[in-house]
């Protein structure tokens, strides 16, 4: 009995050495994500929460889910070491999908939606007392990559959303 009982004694040392270096390993990538402002206040009071991601370029692409950032005009990420750091939304859209539906016209539908969703961020941006801009000249590759979005799936602009300095 004893033996079998430093025999896991051992075991789960070792798997928490295991679970710890990972952890330290990975820590210094995991960001807090907290949003402000979403499009459904319950009872009046303003919306809000959050959630995590994960850096993952060493030039600070974020990856987080859908339903932590959905509806947030406002987005602001926390490092690890307790910084904090604007978002930046990216505007995607299946042009095939819209124009299966629209036909021709979707060649104006699809920028008409981005405009409108960017001026609706902008405008919460402001009313928050944040800032907000239209990056249009951007890798379209890359994002693509490290967003690892579907073939038909277009990025189409960013807007960043953080305090003006």
Do not use: C, W
């Amino acid at each position: 009995m004893a033996l079998a009982r430093d025999l896991d004694d051992g075991l789960l040392d070792a798997y928490s050495l295991a679970v710890t270096r990972v952890a330290e390993d990975v820590s210094p990538s995991v960001v807090k994500v907290e949003v402000r402002g979403g499009s459904r206040p319950a009872r009046g009071r303003s919306s809000g929460g959050s959630g995590s991601g994960f850096v993952v370029t060493e030039d600070g692409f974020i990856l987080t889910n859908s339903h932590v950032v959905h509806g947030a005009p406002s987005i602001e990420i926390q490092l690890l070491d307790g910084r904090k750091a604007p978002a930046t939304l990216v505007v995607a859209a299946v042009p095939a999908r819209t124009a299966g539906k629209y036909g021709p016209r979707a060649a104006r539908f699809v920028p008409m939606e981005v405009g409108l969703a960017a001026e609706n961020v902008g405008l919460q941006a402001v009313a928050l007392g944040l800032g907000s801009v239209v990056v249009g000249a951007f890798d379209d590759g890359r994002v693509r990559r490290v967003l690892d979005l579907d073939p038909e799936v277009e990025p189409l602009a960013l807007l960043p959303v953080g305090r003006p300095r």
